[in-house]
């Protein structure tokens, strides 16, 4: 009986442990030959989406080593003069701090706060309810990035990314190595129909930054 249990908590482990593998190659899969390499590659008129993520972390003082390079990444992309139109997309606060560390990295593009895009789901769903028929570039870091052009495969989206820096110390791999998690949650979250996480509808909610 011992010797069952233990063979059937092995097959489990085994399965679990392909679907991870499997998962984060298909989500991977999602990004390829659509990351672009330099501003100058996005479609002219797309729409920026800036990833929500914290400045610092818990302790309010320690950078959290992803925010300031998803900012300046945007601010490259605007740069290269084919954006139209930047979203920073997140929860209330960051929506509020990416629009306003944006104009001082010297975006001049009009900018939008979403702050309902409380998750990757939510910011690509939104993006696609309120700019129909828009070419959407996400920026994060690549291994977020790919999440969100999966997603934005499932819902029709069309959409290509603008990877930021990685990222310097532990905290960096510490975020990628999390995403690693979050690719096999947002194929369990798709085929189970998981919900946005805001009652907000997707095409209401955004306000211009002022």
């Known amino acids: 009986m011992a010797k069952r249990l233990f063979r059937l908590v092995l097959v489990l482990l085994a399965g679990v442990l392909s679907f991870g593998v499997l998962a984060n ?12 390499d330099q501003p100058e590659e996005a479609p002219p008129g797309s729409v920026l989406v800036l990833l929500g ?30 954006i139209r139109l930047v979203v920073a997309s997140g929860t209330a ?8 560390h ?19 789901l939510d910011s690509v769903v939104r993006a696609r309810a309120q700019f ?20 934005a495969n499932r819902v029709g989206l069309a ?12 905290r960096a791999w510490w975020s990628a190595g999390r995403d690693v998690l979050a690719k096999p949650k ?17 095409d209401q909610g955004n306000v211009p930054h002022r």
């Open 132 to 151: 129909p028929g828009a070419h959407v570039v996400f920026v994060s870091q690549g291994w977020h990035d790919v999440r969100a052009l999966w997603i």
């Open 102 to 120: 944006l104009v001082e990295a010297g975006v001049r593009t009009p900018i939008i706060e979403d702050p309902y895009g409380w998750r990757t």
């Open 186 to 202: 947002a194929l369990l979250d798709w085929w189970g129909g998981q919900p946005l996480a805001t009652p907000m509808p997707a």
């Open 25 to 36: 190659l298909w989500v991977w899969s999602a990004g390829w030959g659509r990351i672009h």
């Open 93 to 100: 606060d960051q929506a509020v701090y990416m629009a306003r």
């Open 159 to 170: 959409a290509t990314a603008y990877a930021a820096d990685f990222g310097q110390g532990w």
């Open 53 to 82: 993520t914290n400045e610092f972390l818990p302790d309010h003082r320690t950078p959290s080593q992803t925010y300031r390079a998803r900012i300046e990444a945007a601010a490259r992309l605007c740069a290269g003069g084919r």
